[in-house]
């Protein structure tokens, strides 16, 4: 099977497998836990900023962060597509008490203006608006098709955002492949943000987990709410070990990813019922439009499962993401699947015989 699902279905190489085997371990709950302080040490030192957390997931990093710079009441600013407004099954709401207010680029690319957030906060004090309390941007936006924010946007925003007195939280579970695709490092994607949370787990390659960045006091904060929410997790070293390679190697290769997306992306534009536009495809995921083809992306996913090849279908969309697991080989019997399927279609034929 070529899973193009999602790059969290990634299996751990043989150095993260070794590493987690000799992993030296200790009681992360009492702070003991020598691989893991590793892991945070270095996280805090790549992002430059002065602390870090290991977190079980994307979605307890974030959760976390929105939970230690709201107060409950407060609204949180942030694109419609994002994953903390769309995939967190209302977790905001819970645990941090707050509302989501969505804004939408303008341009429709994902990529946030000042334009685009300034009507939206409310920070005026009239006891009957709510209170902006945390600005989110998402980078890369993976409901946008992996769409970069570039490190110059995110600090104007944010040094907006502060002047307004919001924090800002980063929801970087690819920001390595923002990075790789701007040709720039981590920290200067995130300068100036207070929290950013990074994911080993997804285009790094770690069988589990995140890292939540930001200051002392934010992240002692956040070690109080891990464990309220069951996330304090002992010998986690064994974890971290992974984690540490995912860190320190990964990064190095997320070229490879990006650039067979594009070759997905181009081999797949010329099929016909699909709409893509391939200057979008700047990162790991690609997503095209499938309603040209008079087929579901339920089907179509269905029947290109039976050539081998599982894909996301979202209604009238399709993602695939590329990953360490996806060879170039992969790519293209991909390629060669989707047109079987699409060409074999009885509804394409009956519309092209239409056309002809
Ligand atoms: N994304 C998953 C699904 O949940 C959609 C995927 O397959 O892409 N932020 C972003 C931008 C994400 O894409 C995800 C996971 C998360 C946070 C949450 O990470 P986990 O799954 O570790 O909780």
């Known amino acids: 099977m070529i899973d193009l699902r999602s790059d969290t279905v990634t299996k751990p190489t043989e150095a993260m497998r070794r590493a ?27 992002f430059g900023k002065e602390a870090a957390l290991f977190v079980a997931s994307g979605t307890m990093g974030n959760q976390i962060a929105v939970k230690v710079q709201t107060r409950p009441g407060d609204e949180v600013i942030i694109e419609e597509r994002c994953h903390i407004f769309n995939y967190e099954v ?17 341009d429709g690319s994902g990529i946030l203006t000042w334009d685009d957030i300034e009507p939206a906060i409310s920070t005026d004090g009239i006891y009957d608006h709510t209170q902006t309390g945390l600005l989110c941007l998402e ?33 970087g579970a690819r920001i390595f492949n923002a990075a790789v695709a701007h040709s720039t490092t981590v920290a200067d994607m995130t300068k100036q943000s207070d929290s950013v949370q990074f994911c080993l787990s997804k285009g790094l390659g770690a069988p589990v987990g995140s890292v939540l960045v930001g200051s002392r006091d934010l992240i002692k904060e956040a070690r109080i709410w891990r464990k309220r929410l069951g996330g304090g997790m002992r010998q ?21 990813d990006h650039a067979n997306a594009r070759v997905l992306a181009e081999g797949i534009a010329g099929i016909p019922g699909i709409a893509i536009d391939i200057e979008t495809v700047e990162t790991n995921i690609v997503i095209f439009d499938i309603a040209g083809t008079g087929r579901t992306a339920g089907e179509i996913c269905d029947a290109l499962k039976e050539k081998g090849v599982l894909a ?8 695939m993401v590329t990953h360490l697991d996806v060879s170039r080989a992969d790519i293209e019997r991909t390629v060669v699947a989707l047109d079987q399927v699409l060409t074999q279609s009885p509804t394409m034929s009956d519309n092209r015989s239409a056309a002809a």
């Open 20 to 46: 987690m085997a000799a992993a030296e371990v200790g009681d992360d709950v009492y702070g003991e836990d020598p691989t893991v302080n590793l892991l945070q040490e270095r996280s805090a030192e790549i």
């Open 90 to 106: 209302g977790a905001s709401a819970i645990t941090a008490g707050v509302t989501i207010r969505p804004v939408r680029s303008g």
């Open 139 to 171: 980078n890369t936006l993976n409901l946008a098709g992996g769409r970069v924010m570039s490190a110059e946007r995110c600090a104007e925003l944010t040094e907006n955002a502060h002047a307004r007195h919001i924090p800002v939280h980063i929801d």
């Open 236 to 256: 986690a070293g064994i974890l971290a070990a992974a984690g540490l390679i995912a860190l320190e190697e990964s990064p190095k290769r997320l070229h490879e």
């Open 312 to 319: 996301s279908g979202f209604k009238s969309r399709i993602r």
